[in-house]
């Protein structure tokens, strides 16, 4: 069962199923004024997300449907919750105004990401790695949003509109054609 490639509940697919759950609590405990469990819940998304392509590869578990519910996945855990994460900690003491424009802005962003993921798939084929990703992956534009969450929770740039620039130029780097090695 585990390793039966048709099996919706494969091995591969499990693993994906466990990053789903990761980003999903994450954005509970970001709602919840915990960004540090919400952190590290995100990791251990990155490291399922990492784990599950590496065993549809040893077991010939890769389908169609896994491909799709890893980007299902990826939006959840490297699009909608770092958005969240870094939306909440930005408006916390914003006014209404900024929770409305930099909330457009990570609607945007997410707009981007799910177009970035969607882009993917359609240019993937079953079991395939390509050498380069044109433009920037949803893990790394999750990375990279954590990293500015960082930087406005310790105060090195604490002014929400300098971030909010900086998460602008991601959400275009998502749907650009950089090219990105794949590891």
């Known amino acids: 069962m585990l390793f039966d490639k048709n099996n ?11 990053n789903i759950a990761a980003g999903l609590i994450a954005i509970h405990f970001i709602v919840h004024g915990d960004y540090f469990t919400a952190i590290v819940l995100a990791w251990i998304g990155g490291a399922l997300d990492i784990a599950d392509g ?28 770092p958005s ?7 408006t916390e003491k914003g006014t209404g105004f900024e929770q409305i424009v930099i909330g457009l802005l990570f609607i945007v ?5 799910l177009r970035r993921l ?29 990293v500015l969450y960082l930087i406005f929770s310790y105060d090195i740039i ?7 620039v900086f998460v602008a130029v991601i959400a275009w780097s998502l749907n650009s054609k950089l090219k990105i090695p794949h590891p």
């Open 54 to 81: 590496k065993v549809a590869r040893k077991y010939n578990l890769s389908t169609e449907f896994g491909i799709q519910v890893d980007s299902y996945a990826d939006f959840i855990s490297f699009v909608v919750m």
């Open 118 to 146: 969607i882009e993917f798939n359609m240019k993937s084929e079953e079991g395939e790695v390509a050498k380069f990703f044109e433009g920037v992956p949803t893990p790394l534009g999750a990375i990279l949003l954590w």
């Open 8 to 18: 919706r509940f494969n091995l591969a697919n499990l693993i994906t199923f466990g």
């Open 158 to 164: 604490s002014n929400p509109w300098i971030i909010s």
């Open 84 to 90: 969240f994460l870094l939306y909440y900690a930005m």
């Open 109 to 113: 962003y997410i707009v981007s990401g």
